[in-house]
């Protein structure tokens, strides 16, 4: 009843606006094109609105500009944020030139009715000039920012600390290489129990294969007790397919090599992310279901994470946790790892604290996650 | 042909199964403006989740029902609401709202011809758009939510439906009303390039088309070289989703459970996507821009500048268009060397987009500046295209990319360039052409007010979001609250979030001066605008045929204005040249 009356509200009101409308109309006289008059309000309204996007611009720059663009805190980071200010510094420019122009020229050439436009059709000069500057600038722009490409992805990685960055629906899981600097190879069909990363190893072959017998021994009595066919029938289906599993399992483990099972001994799983000032990382990114990305703005670093492949990110943390704290004036302050490409409900709040500190710092932090190595799982 | 004029029609064969383009223009626009309808109230919710996170408001019950309890909207349908908002507006408002609207009315007339190629296939490019819009709108209303993997639909999200509720029943929906779109597209496509190439009324050589043609056309063959490829991509996911090929999966692990699927790739699926995406981008924008030269010209009073330039840099950055689509996939761990030849070609465009905008603000230089709806829309138009485009010189190079990619940096950008621009162009088109389609004028005051709200709230919204991504707020997100460094960005939230409502009911101006224009306007004459193109030569009543008589003969381009030694300040294309009298361009 109440949406009825709503409506019948609704088209009454509209009515009504038609028709003080077109009163509004009739007592105006207006006609209903373009005049002098017109040209001018409209000619003035945009000068003013060119003033009031630049001042706009300028006014958005006092208010936000130290509230944004985190403070960089890799080696790189300086390198980026200078071709970023290099960049940027140009844009500005030609905002602030092209943008007075266009509101400037609309302003100054509005319509009046004993006006004659000029007739102009072209100008090859001009459009050679302003073909060729543009160019220019862009191949310095070009050649630029490939130099600093080129810094970011061809670095000596030889001596790089490994660390793998796991991603799932939503949370993040870090493997250190542990004393080899070498990870042991991982698949997830390997993931079960403690073992949320699939790494494999004797460790967590025999773990996974005695808790998949446990569950079989278990079916199989669940069998021997059973009177109903439909149920037998199921629990048949339920062990064939942990069978199944259990020989997927000891395929993947024979056929990993033995200096790869050797060095997943010493892998370090954890929940948080440490890594040491000043010692270049490589990050080996991988992912358990959709993609996910791991982007880290104060380290300028970012960098997909796909299901099926590995891909990677090294780079040299420059600021500890504590110093950035410092510099920042902000006892709450913590390095973050965020997700950036949509993965889920959850998508939003899918992080790692990351922690960066003094070399001993991490030696010593190493040594409390004794519990989470892959040998001692 | 003549015989057309006469042919008694009812309303079947009149209103829905129309063969004529001025009608089947029509049916694009208004179809096109529902879904942008649609589209933009799905952002006003969801910009007042981002304002008020977690905040219950009654406004997003009423809308929402059961996806937002109590009034707080579920992560779940905030994801699908980005997703279809995306969709719609890129797909259904931009590509086939804009071409479809205006290469149907336009083409005709402006080339000169009765009618379109085929009318049969355009007929049928309508009904797999408006098959395609009823698919779309069901999916809304489906038991477990609409598609929600981003409109960019990136397989394992999009594939695997335990991954997200909208990878469900909603994402097949989404998969099947794009095929029909791909369809749609691809008829419509082929008949307007068909009918540039071969309809051309006497005279009307490719040098003598308005730039609207030219932009129109390019748009086409873009469509017809790229939506197969999304196509191909869509076919395949389909295939991953429903019949357990692994062209896309591999190694996943999901609820405990390790998928069947080995050996795909879903790095591929991106490839075969932005392949479409990218020109994409430009089958939005290249209309808007064919639409504004004749609109700027006109309204300037004065000849477009550099017209050859102007062609020129239609088809340099449509050539480009193909071979930049990497620049999406910078950090997907796609091979470094290959990124950089994608930094390369994507800088490029900046110069055609530069010959452009200086041709447009060269166009107006001392020209007589008439200042209608339509030209204020189309400035507009020229200065988002400045703001937008100048920040894909930071998105276009891989090393800031890294620091940008997927925040609302990005989200800034191709609001303003490619969303702000095509729907400015839009905009400029319907009020410019309305007394083409429906014989009278729209309301010049409601225009003014609707241009004013329009520009200031489509700048309040889009400027300071360059300012969230800096601060590397990922896009797509629900709530930013989950993070301490975000927390300071609460008021530019709610400034964005003030400008886009506002923005968008200003659009109910717009929307009053359309509908009440239609019936009770002011009747047009022939020639409003006073316009120097062929589709103001035809009678103001719209008959099938377009002419009554023969078609008329094309002696001159399109553009000249306030030609020395004429009588009037515009000369149409089918004056003959007078004796001695140049053809300049």
């Known amino acids: 009843m109440i949406k009825v009356l709503i409506v019948l509200v609704a088209i009454v009101f509209v009515a009504q606006v038609v028709r003080i409308f077109e009163l509004s109309n009739l007592i105006t006289k207006t006609k209903n094109e373009v005049s002098d008059r017109s040209n001018h309000i409209n000619g003035v309204l945009l000068l003013l609105s060119g003033i009031g996007l630049l001042a706009f611009f300028f006014w958005q720059r006092a208010e936000w500009m130290d509230e944004t663009l985190q403070v960089a805190a890799s080696e790189h980071g300086p390198i980026i944020d200078n071709l970023w200010d290099t960049t940027m510094g140009l844009i500005i420019v030609v905002f602030l030139i092209l943008t007075p122009m266009l509101f400037g020229i609309a302003f100054f050439y509005r319509g009046k009715e004993d006006k004659k436009a000029s007739y102009i059709t072209h100008n090859n000069k001009l459009e050679f000039f302003w073909t060729a500057i543009p160019a220019v600038v862009l191949m310095a722009l070009i050649s630029y920012g490939l130099v600093v490409w080129g810094k970011i992805v061809n670095q000596d990685i030889s001596d790089a600390m490994v660390i793998e960055i796991y991603a799932k629906q939503f949370s993040w899981t870090a493997r250190y290489a542990g004393d080899d600097n070498k990870l042991g190879r991982a698949d997830v069909r390997f993931v079960g129990g403690k073992n949320e990363l699939g790494v494999i190893s004797q460790k967590t072959k025999e773990n996974q294969i005695s808790a998949i017998e446990k569950k079989i021994i278990n079916l199989n009595l669940d069998l021997k007790s059973s009177e109903n066919p439909a149920e037998k029938k199921l629990i048949t289906k339920k062990i064939d397919k942990l069978e199944k599993q259990k020989k997927t399992l000891i395929t993947y483990f024979i056929t990993t090599p033995m200096d790869k099972l050797l060095s997943a001994e010493d892998d370090v799983v954890t929940k948080e992310l440490h890594l040491p000032v000043g010692k270049k990382v490589l990050f080996k990114f991988r992912s358990q279901d959709v993609i996910h990305s791991a982007y880290l703005p104060h380290f300028r670093v970012q960098m997909n994470c796909v299901p099926g492949t590995t891909t990677q990110f090294a780079f040299t943390p420059t600021i500890t946790t504590v110093d950035m704290k410092k510099e920042l004036n902000d006892e709450s302050f913590e390095y973050v790892m965020l997700c950036n490409k949509i993965c889920g409900n959850a998508h939003y709040n899918m992080q790692m604290k990351v922690i960066v500190e003094t070399e001993e710092e991490y030696n010593a932090w190493m040594e409390t996650q004794n519990n989470t190595r892959i040998s001692n799982l | ?585």
């Open chain 2, 1 to 585: 042909m003549s015989e057309h004029g006469h042919h008694k029609e009812n309303f079947f064969s009149k209103y829905v199964f129309s063969l004529d383009h001025k009608m089947i223009s029509k049916q694009f626009l208004i179809t096109g403006m529902v879904m942008g309808v649609i589209a933009m109230v799905m952002s006003a919710l969801f910009r007042i989740q981002l304002a008020n996170p977690g905040e219950s408001n009654s406004i997003l019950s009423t809308f929402l029902g059961r996806w937002a309890e109590g009034g707080v909207m579920s992560p779940d349908i905030y994801l699908s609401l980005v997703t279809i908002h995306g969709t719609i507006m890129v797909f259904f408002v931009l590509t086939g709202g804009l071409s479809g609207t205006f290469a149907n009315l336009l083409l005709p007339f402006q080339v000169g011809a009765r009618d379109m190629a085929s009318g049969f296939l355009n007929m049928l490019s309508y009904w797999f758009f408006f098959a395609s819009c009823v698919v779309m709108i069901i999916s809304l209303f489906v038991q477990s939510g609409p598609a929600s993997a981003g409109w960019t639909i990136y397989p394992p999200l999009s594939a695997v439906p335990e991954t997200i509720s909208g990878s469900g029943l909603g994402m097949t929906l989404w998969l099947v009303s794009m095929t029909l779109f791909i369809v749609s597209s691809l008829l419509g496509g082929l008949n307007y390039i068909v009918t540039v190439l071969n309809l051309r009324t006497t005279g009307m050589s490719m040098t003598r088309l308005p730039l609207t043609v030219w932009a129109l056309l390019v748009t086409a063959i873009l469509g017809v070289l790229s939506f197969p490829v999304l196509l191909s991509a869509a076919l395949l996911l389909i295939f991953d989703r429903s019949f357990g090929t692994s062209f896309y999966l591999s190694d996943i692990l999901v609820q405990g459970e390790v998928l069947s699927h080995a050996g795909g790739n879903p790095i591929l699926f991106q490839h075969l996507f932005w392949f479409l995406g990218h020109p994409e981008v430009y089958i939005v924008l290249l209309p808007a821009l064919g639409l504004t030269s004749e609109i700027i010209a006109t309204n300037s009073r004065k000849p477009i500048f550099g017209y050859r330039a102007m062609i020129g840099s239609i088809l340099a950055i449509a050539f480009l268009s193909f071979i930049v689509w990497g620049h999406h996939m910078f950090i997907t761990g796609m091979n470094p060397f290959l990124g950089s030849v994608f930094v390369f070609t994507t800088l490029l465009i900046a110069i055609p987009s530069a010959i452009k905008v200086f041709n447009y603000i060269a166009t107006l230089w001392r020209g007589n500046l008439q200042f209608t709806p339509a030209m204020l829309f189309s400035i507009g138009l020229v200065s988002t295209f400045i703001t937008g485009g100048l920040t894909g010189l930071i998105l276009g190079d891989s090393a800031l990319d890294i620091n940008v990619h997927d925040t609302y940096f990005v989200v800034a950008h191709f609001h303003i360039v490619m969303g702000l621009s095509a729907i400015f162009g839009m905009l400029a088109g319907v009020y410019h052409w309305f007394p083409r389609m429906y014989g009278r004028l729209m309301n010049l005051k409601l225009g003014y007010i609707h241009f004013w709200g329009t520009f200031i709230c489509a700048y309040g919204t889009f400027f300071p979001m360059h300012f969230l991504g800096m601060a590397g707020l990922p896009r797509r997100y629900y709530s930013n609250s989950a993070f301490p460094m975000f927390d300071n960005l609460v008021d530019i939230n709610e400034i964005v979030s003030f400008f886009a409502i506002a923005g968008a009911l200003i659009q109910v101006v717009f929307f009053f001066n359309f509908f009440y224009s239609i019936f009770r306007g002011t009747p047009s004459p022939q020639n409003p605008w006073k316009s120097n193109t062929l589709e103001w030569t035809a009678p103001v009543e719209r008959i099938h045929g377009n002419w009554s008589g023969e078609i008329p003969a094309v002696h001159r381009w399109a553009y000249d204005y306030s030609k020395p030694g004429m009588d009037d300040d515009f000369v149409p294309q089918t004056v003959p040249l007078k004796k001695g009298e140049e053809e300049h361009h």
